[in-house]
Nanobody
Framework: QVQLVESGGGLVQAGGSLRLSCAASGRTFSRYAMGWFRQAPGKEREFVTGISWSGVSTVYAEIVKGRFTIRRDNAVNTVYLQMNSLKPEDTAVYYC?????????????????WGQGTQVTVSS
């Protein structure tokens, strides 16, 4: 089992920045690919970005490329999501997730463990 706890969400004006953190506990964090997803009201959960177990490989959804950055620190069992140039359409609950797959998967069903989510609200 892996327990994931997100933090860092909040209210920010358009154009602003936030950094989300996801702290992991339980089984060896470094063996998992990690992903960030988000879900807006009335919409399906969507992939935002992911990072391989080593941190070498990253994948981004087109809508966040150039604005969001994912990184991980296996020494402290934490993955981060730096979000810059935020837009109102980035408003959602953001979830981190862990996958036992070797490569970074973009699908919800490929992730084995999920955090409880953190709310990000971007005002116009």
């Amino acid at each position: 089992q892996v327990q994931l706890v997100e933090s860092g969400g909040g209210l920010v004006q358009a154009g602003g920045s936030l950094r989300l953190s996801c702290a992991a506990s339980g089984r060896t964090f470094s063996r998992y690919a990690m992903g960030w997803f988000r879900q807006a009201p009335g919409k399906e959960r969507e992939f935002v970005t992911g990072i391989s177990w080593s941190g070498v490989s990253t994948v981004y959804a087109e809508i966040v490329k150039g604005r969001f950055t994912i990184r991980r620190d296996n020494a402290v069992n934490t993955v981060y999501l730096q979000m810059n140039s935020l837009k109102p359409e980035d408003t959602a609950v953001y979830y981190c997730a862990a996958s036992e797959r070797t490569v970074v998967p973009p699908r919800v069903k490929d992730y084995d463990y999920w955090g409880q989510g953190t709310q990000v609200t971007v005002s116009s």
